[in-house]
C-alpha cells in the first residue's frame, strides 16, 4: 500500500510517521529554521507524496487489467484489490482539489469499471455542477449506437414520468493530475472508474468482450511490443485463455486438447499444463513441455492426456508437438501464435509472488 510521510515533532526531535495526509513539516525550534531549508524540505515531501499518488494510480490501472464487462466477470479476489487501490487513492488526497471546477475534467470518458456492471446504459444525460466535486445530472434521452450503423437507434423511456428518479448526482472522488483518471461515486452507492485514455491492454480486453475491433486492438499491442525492442518470454503462471482467431469445433475434447479453451498452466522448468473444467467436477487435463528453440520461439509436446475426476484419472490417447510464437507478454496479458497461424490471447489469474 501507497503511503504519504509526515514529519512530526516529539520531543524536539524531527521524526517521520506513515499517513494517509498530505505532508506537513513541524520545526523543532520554528524561529531557528530556515527559510530555504524549509522550502527544499516541503518540495522533497511534495515529490514523496506525487510518488505515492503515481503508484497508487498504477496499482488501480494493474488491477483493472483483465476485468472484462466493466466489472461484470469480476473475481472476488479482483474485486478486493480494485476496492483497496480506489479507497488508497480517495484517502491519499492527492488528486485535483475542487475537481468539477478544473478544465482536466472535461471531454471524452470511458466507463472501465463500476461495482453496479449491469446498470451501465446508453442514456444521455443533462449535467450541472453543484459544488467542488458534484455533479447533479437529469435523465433526458436513450438510445442505441451499433458499429455497423451510421445513426442511433432511439430507445423511448419516460423520463419525464420518471419524476425524481430520473435525477442524480455524481461526487468526483479523485481526478488525477494529467486528466486521465477518474473515480466517481453516485447517489445510489454506486462506484465508477472511469479513463479518458485508456491502455492499450485494456482496450484490447474491451474489444474482446465486445466482439469488435479485436485484431486490430491485438497489432496495436504487438506493434508496441516490437518498438519497445523488448523480447516477450513464455512466462510462468496459470493463464486464463480469453481469446483465439479459431472457430470452435463440436468436440470439446479436441478444443481441449488444441488449447482453444481452458486454462495454460506454465512451470518454472519446461513444464506445461492444460486445464479444462468440463462438468460436475471433471476435469481434463493434458501435460508436456517445452523448449525455446529461437528467440520468441518454443517447442511444445503434449504427450499425457486424462479425464481426472477427483483424485481418479481416465487416460487418453492424446499427444501433439508445436511451434509457439509469443508475440506480447507480460505480467497480465499474454499473445502468442499456434498452429496453423492461430491467435491465442490469455489473462493471468494467478498474482505474481
Not at 122 to 143: E, H, L, T
Not at 208 to 226: P, Q, Y
Amino acid at each position: 500500500m501507497a503511503l504519504t510521510l509526515r514529519v512530526v515533532n516529539v520531543n524536539n526531535n524531527i521524526g517521520f510517521h506513515s499517513s494517509f495526509s498530505r505532508s506537513t513539516f513541524v520545526s523543532p525550534n520554528p524561529s531557528k529554521s530556515s527559510s530555504r531549508e524549509y522550502n527544499s524540505f516541503v518540495f522533497q515531501c511534495s515529490q514523496v507524496e506525487q510518488l505515492s499518488v503515481t503508484e497508487s494510480e498504477n496499482s488501480l490501472i494493474e488491477a483493472l487489467i483483465g476485468i472484462q464487462g466493466r466489472g461484470r466477470s469480476t473475481s472476488p479476489q479482483q474485486l478486493n484489490s480494485i476496492e483497496r487501490a480506489i479507497q488508497v487513492l480517495e484517502s491519499l488526497g492527492g488528486g485535483v482539489p475542487d475537481p468539477t471546477n478544473s478544465s482536466l475534467i472535461e471531454g471524452r470518458w470511458q466507463l472501465i469499471f463500476t461495482t453496479r456492471p449491469g446498470t451501465a446504459s446508453p442514456i444521455q444525460a443533462a449535467a450541472s455542477i453543484g459544488d467542488g466535486k458534484r455533479i447533479f445530472f437529469r435523465f433526458d434521452r436513450a438510445a442505441f449506437s451499433f458499429k455497423f450503423l451510421p445513426f442511433k437507434v432511439p430507445y423511448p423511456v419516460p423520463f419525464k414520468l420518471l419524476g425524481d428518479e430520473a435525477k442524480g448526482w455524481l461526487d468526483t472522488t479523485y481526478l488525477s493530475h494529467s486528466g486521465n483518471l477518474r473515480i466517481s461515486r453516485g447517489n445510489k452507492g454506486t462506484t465508477f472508474v472511469l479513463q479518458k485514455q485508456t491502455e492499450p491492454k485494456q482496450k484490447l480486453l474491451t474489444a474482446i468482450s465486445s466482439g469488435v475491433g479485436v485484431r486490430e486492438e491485438i497489432d496495436k499491442l504487438i506493434s508496441l511490443n516490437k518498438n519497445s525492442g523488448e523480447e516477450p518470454e513464455l512466462e510462468e503462471g496459470e493463464w486464463q485463455m480469453i481469446w483465439n482467431s479459431q472457430t470452435v469445433t463440436d468436440s470439446w475434447l479436441e478444443n481441449a486438447a488444441n488449447g482453444l479453451m481452458g486454462k495454460q498452466i506454465v512451470g518454472k522448468n519446461g513444464g506445461i499444463k492444460y486445464v479444462v473444467d468440463i462438468l460436475l467436477g471433471l476435469k481434463f487435463s493434458m501435460t508436456g513441455t517445452f523448449v525455446k528453440s529461437a528467440p520468441k520461439v518454443y517447442e511444445v509436446t503434449m504427450d499425457d492426456a486424462a479425464i481426472i475426476g477427483g483424485p481418479f484419472g481416465y487416460p487418453l490417447e492424446f499427444g501433439k508437438k508445436f511451434i509457439l510464437e509469443i508475440l506480447f507478454s507480460d505480467n497480465k496479458v499474454r499473445i502468442s501464435r499456434g498452429d496453423n497461424g492461430i491467435i491465442f490471447v490469455h489473462s493471468r489469474t494467478n498474482a505474481l509472488r
